[in-house]
């Protein structure tokens, strides 16, 4: 079998509050702002974190009724850290509002949802 050749992979959704969820991605997790557009058929913002590219967020345009984000349970995004118990405390004191640590048999983890309910795991490999 032959693999795709990828230069970076990164999720993308809709948003039901684009400003909102724009905001939670550089102030709470502190995204880098990497592009953004603003057309006639919707806004856009496109993010990273660290060195990697993380997640696309689609808003509708303006006057346009909002758009409709997937199911909480669609899928999540997974950030690996090398330290999530200092990145939880980056979250929560930039305003958000992470569950509690759980360790497991490979690493330890915490989530914290998107304004989107959107879950975002944060997790470190210790295995």
């Not at 502190?30 to 974190?49: H, K, S």
């Not at 689609?58 to 909002?66: L, R, W």
Request: aromatic letters at 12%; charged letters at 20%.
């Amino acid at each position: 079998m032959t693999a795709i050749t990828a230069r970076e992979a990164y999720v993308s959704y809709n948003s039901s509050d684009f400003d909102t969820t724009c905001r939670f991605y550089e102030d709470v997790l502190g995204c880098t702002l990497l592009e953004t557009w603003d057309r006639d058929d919707g806004r856009g913002a496109y993010f990273g974190i660290g060195t990697v590219s993380l997640v696309e967020v689609f808003g509708a345009a303006h006057g346009a009724a909002p758009l409709t984000p997937p199911p909480v349970d669609a899928f999540a995004v997974v950030v690996v850290a090398p330290d999530v118990a200092a990145a939880r405390v980056i979250v929560l004191s930039n305003g958000g509002v992470p569950g509690k640590i759980v360790d497991e048999s490979w690493g330890r983890y915490f989530d914290v949802a998107d304004p989107d309910g959107i879950c975002i795991y944060v997790i470190e490999r210790t295995g």
